[in-house]
Structure formats: C-alpha cells, structure tokens
Nanobody
Framework: QVQLVESGGGLVQPGGSLRLSCAAS????????MAWYRQAPGKQRELVAR???????NYADPVKGRFTISRDNAKNTVNLQMNGLKPEDTAVYYC?????????WGQGTQVTVSS
C-alpha cells in the first residue's frame, strides 16, 4: 500500500503560481497512473490531472494550459505546477493513484487563491 503526503500549498494572488509535490512512501515505478485531485468547499472531489508511467498526461478542462503534472519515479514523487491561478482553483489538493484507492488518501494541501 502506498502512502502519500502532499505539500506546497498556500495563499496566492490571482494570476500567481504554486508547485505542489506528492511524496510516496513506496515505489511508484509499478503504479501505472498517478493523479492530482481537488475538493473545493461544498463540492465533490474532482480529478485535476493524471500522468501515466510513460509520461502521457490528461487534464481537466478548467486547468488545461495552466497546470502541468509530472512524475519522478526515481524519487517517488508526483508534482503539479500551477500557473495562472484563479479564485475558482481554491481547494484542498490531493494526490492518489488513478483510479484512486480510498486507503491512499493523504491529508491534502490547501491552495487558496485570493487578492
């Protein structure tokens, strides 16, 4: 079972950038697809971006062109570079496998976009 710890969130002004990191307790080399999810207040958790072991990526429409997901299998990390942040990006961000495994949810990292 892989345990995941997210970091890198914070308060940023609209148009700003943040880089989120996800550290896995075990090897992710054999995990085909990793993903970032987010949950805004009062809303369901949603998929933001995913990346296969081969580096193929897929993004939710609201973040296309602004967010970039990457992974480093040697370091067991998955990152999310977020540029051009908008207030509607405010949420708790989580990483997990895709499809997710309930027992692998971490504590998440809060991203707040506000002036």
């Amino acid at each position: 079972q892989v345990q995941l710890v997210e970091s890198g969130g914070g308060l940023v002004q609209p148009g700003g950038s943040l880089r989120l990191s996800c550290a896995a307790s075990g090897s992710i080399k054999r995990i085909y697809t990793m993903a970032w999810y987010r949950q805004a207040p009062g809303k369901q958790r949603e998929l933001v971006a995913r990346i296969s072991n081969g580096g193929s990526t897929n993004y939710a429409d609201p973040v296309k062109g602004r967010f970039t997901i990457s992974r480093d299998n040697a370091k067991n990390t998955v990152n999310l570079q977020m540029n051009g942040l908008k207030p509607e990006d405010t949420a708790v961000y989580y990483c997990n496998l895709f499809p997710y495994i309930n027992s692998s949810w971490g504590q998440g990292t809060q991203v707040t976009v506000s002036s």
